[in-house]
């Protein structure tokens, strides 16, 4: 049986799509509706199509909600590791992009991962994540605002903005506390994530919002089960950069990272020195050696991931001095 590739460039109102099977190619837009895309994709829905599209965040839920049970493969490809694969293009639209989506899932799909659907509680933790994410930015703004307020004090315009800048900082604070309480109240209520977290939490600078991330991008320790894949996946893991015998660049950490997720563990590092524990211990050891404190750091930032994923795999606690594999 012939294969259809199917490649989709999403939006938020619409989806543009691409498919390629043995009637020929044809382009189509739809709504990004449940609705609109069950009613598409049920002419396709057999093992021998291969639908992709690059991952756009919350956009991407309806397609995820219409074909939660589809029989064919589903890949849902970061949009950097697409801009990778599809080499040197010239022009841009989303009818080009979703051509270029299918192309190359066609090349590729024998070694990408497909995507499955999550389960209720996950979906929740990374739809909350999100959203406190862009509370805590725009609460950023509002807070770098109202240092430039003093500028215009001759205004006399100051006081009445801090006034009204003060309160949307209030009222994001109150929400941001909302989705914690709500985000907390999530992972309590299941059996697994409640004991990966208290697991989690067990490991010296881990706080509970660097739990929350973990749970997340792993999925509960499913999408992701190994210490080396997640470092990688937040740009922490140290890559040798060599070619022939003339080039021999320092090893350094790769720049296509969950730049947030790292910047969380570089936080969880920081808090893991100023407490008694064997990781103080080795940065103080180190940093006596000469070695560069900002290296040293990343060191750390690693062995809290191999600590986070030994205490999942061994189901113990993190205890001071145990070894763990």
């Known amino acids: 049986m012939k294969k259809t590739f199917i490649g989709i460039d999403v939006s938020m109102a619409s989806l543009d799509v691409f498919v390629n099977d043995d009637s020929g190619k044809g382009s189509f837009v739809i709504a ?16 021998s199509t291969y639908v992709a ?29 697409l801009k990778k ?56 703004q509002l ?22 800048n003060q309160q949307l900082v209030r009222g994001l604070k109150s929400q941001i506390d909302a989705l914690e309480k709500e985000l907390q109240g999530i ?3 299941d059996e697994t994530l409640s004991a990966q977290a208290r697991l989690v939490g067990s490991i010296p600078g881990v706080g509970k ?18 210490p080396r894949k997640f470092g990688c996946y937040c740009g922490v893991v140290p890559f040798e950069h060599q070619s022939g015998t003339s080039i021999r660049g320092k090893t350094r950490v790769s720049v296509f990272a969950d730049k947030r997720l790292k910047s969380i563990l ?19 050891r180190k940093v006596r050696e000469g070695k560069n404190k900002m290296l040293v750091l990343n ?20 205890q001071f001095n145990l070894v763990l594999s």
């Open 32 to 47: 990004n509706t449940t609705k609109a895309i069950s009613r598409f994709f049920k002419q396709y829905d057999c093992e």
């Open 53 to 81: 599209m690059e991952n756009t965040g919350r956009y991407n839920w309806s397609i995820y909600e219409a074909l939660a049970s589809f029989k064919g493969h589903i890949y849902v490809v970061p949009p950097l590791h």
């Open 85 to 140: 694969s599809m080499g040197l293009i010239r022009g841009k639209n989303d009818k080009i992009d979703a051509v270029s989506i299918a192309s190359s899932i066609e090349k590729n799909h024998a070694n990408t991962p497909e995507w499955k659907p999550l389960p209720l509680a996950i979906k929740k933790i990374k739809i909350l994540l999100s959203e406190r994410t862009l509370r805590i930015s725009q609460k950023k």
């Open 143 to 164: 807070d770098q605002q109202l240092a430039g307020y003093q500028l215009i004090k001759s205004t006399g315009l100051d006081k009445a903005l801090i006034k009204l």
């Open 187 to 189: 992972i309590q209520s």
């Open 209 to 226: 919002v660097l739990t929350w991330m973990l749970l997340s991008a792993t999925e509960g320790f499913q999408k992701i089960t190994e």
């Open 266 to 284: 570089h936080m969880a590092a920081m808090r893991a020195i100023q407490l008694k524990n064997d990781l103080q211990e080795y940065y103080q």
């Open 299 to 318: 060191a750390i930032r690693n062995k809290i991931i191999h600590r986070v994923f030994a205490v999942i795999t061994q189901q113990i606690p993190y």
